[in-house]
């Protein structure tokens, strides 16, 4: 398997503003990293895949210009939350597969609440 | 739209029976199948991976694959009250790399 590390595990946060969320491969170095939302009683929506050292590929539908993607490292990625609105409240989870697998472990998640 | 079908349950099952769990999909060409168990408030944790047809045991779980029907399944032999959780099915797209399309999951509940 494979160690991921998500950082904040929740956040409330005032409509308007921005957060940020950390996504750490702890024991292997991730080229790619994914991004999740999940609301209330749905399913797992994929945003975006996160790459290394180039621009996130977002899911459609996604505005990349609200979901701020950052991989600068092959052992970090960020998602920032920016002018964040009450409908913005989810669960945010990160996922990584090593090695070319196809096998996805994911981070703790974060639960965000805009008030 | 490529699609995953799960029952969205609940499914309740005495301690120690056995739990179906199933899930068909609709990209014919997917490869990868994958089942992950939820808690409530927690993010999915890898139970069974399969990607041919037939079926593959792990200790307790079971998974089924069947590529014509585009069916996979899950058993769990002697379930027990911690089994307790939402299961999700998880299928790769066709052409998507390692991207994953998740069923809504089905809530089980193994009681006492």
């Known amino acids: 398997g494979a160690v991921v590390s998500q950082h904040p595990s929740w956040v409330i946060c005032k409509s308007g503003t921005s957060v940020k969320i950390e996504c750490r491969s702890l024991?292997?170095?991730?080229?790619?990293m994914f991004w999740y939302r999940q609301f209330p009683k749905q399913s797992l929506m994929l945003m975006a895949t996160?790459?290394?050292?180039?621009?996130?590929?977002?899911e459609q539908g996604v505005e990349k210009d609200k979901f701020l993607i950052n991989h600068a490292s092959l052992t970090l990625s960020t998602l920032t939350v920016t002018s964040a609105h009450p409908e913005d409240s989810s669960f945010y989870i990160c996922?990584?597969?090593?090695?070319?697998?196809?096998?996805?472990?994911f981070g703790q998640g974060t639960r965000l609440t805009v008030v | 739209q490529k699609e995953v079908e799960q029952n969205s349950g609940p499914l309740s099952v005495p301690e120690g029976a056995i739990a179906s769990l199933n899930c068909t999909y609709s990209?014919?060409?997917?490869?990868?199948f994958f089942w992950y168990r939820q808690y409530s408030g927690k993010s999915p944790e890898l139970i069974m991976s399969?990607?041919?047809?037939g079926d593959k045991e792990d200790g307790r779980f079971t998974a089924q694959l069947n590529k014509a029907s585009q069916y996979v399944s899950l058993l769990i032999r002697d379930s027990q009250p911690s089994d307790s959780a939402t299961y999700l099915c998880?299928?790769?797209?066709?052409?998507?790399?390692?991207?994953?399309?998740f069923g809504t999951g089905t809530q089980l509940k193994v009681e006492l």
């Open positions: 996922s990584v597969s090593p090695h070319g697998n196809t096998e996805a472990f």
């Open positions: 024991d292997f170095q991730a080229t790619t």
């Open positions: 996160s790459n290394e050292g180039s621009k996130a590929t977002y």
């Open positions: 990209d014919r060409g997917s490869q990868s």
């Open positions: 399969i990607y041919s047809n």
């Open positions: 998880a299928v790769t797209s066709t052409g998507g790399g390692n991207k994953l399309t």
